[in-house]
């Protein structure tokens, strides 16, 4: 059964902290690894989607990188606003077009 | 606004009835998505749609679950004799697939139905 596995948990940041979050998986054979944002009692909102192993992408503060295994979410210089839940999730091989979330990793950045 | 809405936003009930919940798509959008999302964990993936057409349902889907996208634009979830366990945000999404593509084609959530079960 496909996996995904993000840690920490939780992070705890100070403003301007900066740090990474993890997302492992062990889907094989890839179509595509999604980083969700999702405030308390709302939608997740998109962010990134990677397809390939050493790709990477950024939005603000925000960058992502995928490897073959594992992805990264690296945090710049945090605000309190990017206090949120962020969520990873696979696309696997072959007709299925369900995603495979995490649970999330909750960031607190405090001013 | 031209996401992804749904309707109700939050919904409580007693056990035993009946819920439906609507989701309005982005316009252009061909396929939509039911998740489903507990508490501290992320969503999961309930059923989808091409168009009009069912084309995959989950085992977490009960004989309780029913999901209709009539003409292809919006679409209901229906859940009868709710219980307890039912408890839980249901949420939406909604993508494009452009045909003869190989696609991995990104997911836009809505906002979610909050359904509490009493």
């Known amino acids: 059964e496909d996996q995904v596995t993000q840690s920490p948990e939780a992070l705890r940041l100070q403003e301007g902290e900066s740090s990474s979050l993890n997302c492992s998986y062990t889907?094989?054979?890839?179509?595509?690894l999604f980083w969700y944002r999702q405030d308390p009692g709302k939608g997740p909102e998109f962010l990134f989607t990677?397809?390939?192993a050493g790709e990477e992408k950024e939005k603000e503060r925000l960058k992502a990188t995928l490897t073959k295994k594992e992805s990264f979410l690296h945090i710049t210089a945090p605000k309190p606003e990017d206090s949120a839940t962020y969520l990873c999730?696979?696309?696997?091989?072959?007709?299925?077009?369900?995603?495979?979330f995490g649970s999330g990793t909750q960031l607190t950045v405090l001013p | 606004d031209t996401g992804v809405s749904q309707d109700p936003r939050h919904k409580i009930t007693k056990r035993g009835q009946n819920v439906t919940f609507r989701c309005d798509p982005i316009?252009?959008?061909?396929?939509l998505y039911w998740y489903r999302q507990t508490l501290g964990q992320g969503p999961e993936f309930l059923t989808y749609?091409?168009?009009?057409?069912?084309?995959?349902k989950s085992r977490l889907l009960s004989d309780r679950f029913s999901a209709e996208r009539p003409k292809g634009s919006f679409s209901t979830l229906e859940i009868q004799r709710t219980e307890q366990g039912d408890s839980a945000m249901y949420l939406c999404?909604?993508?494009?697939?452009?045909?003869?593509?190989?696609?991995?084609?990104?997911?836009?959530f809505g906002p979610g139905t909050r359904l509490t079960v009493l």
């Open positions: 999404a909604s993508s494009l697939n452009r045909r003869g593509r190989t696609s991995t084609d990104t997911q836009y």
């Open positions: 889907v094989s054979g890839l179509r595509g």
């Open positions: 990677l397809y390939s």
């Open positions: 999730a696979v696309l696997p091989p072959g007709s299925a077009r369900q995603l495979t």
């Open positions: 316009s252009e959008h061909n396929r």
């Open positions: 749609f091409q168009n009009e057409a069912q084309l995959e």
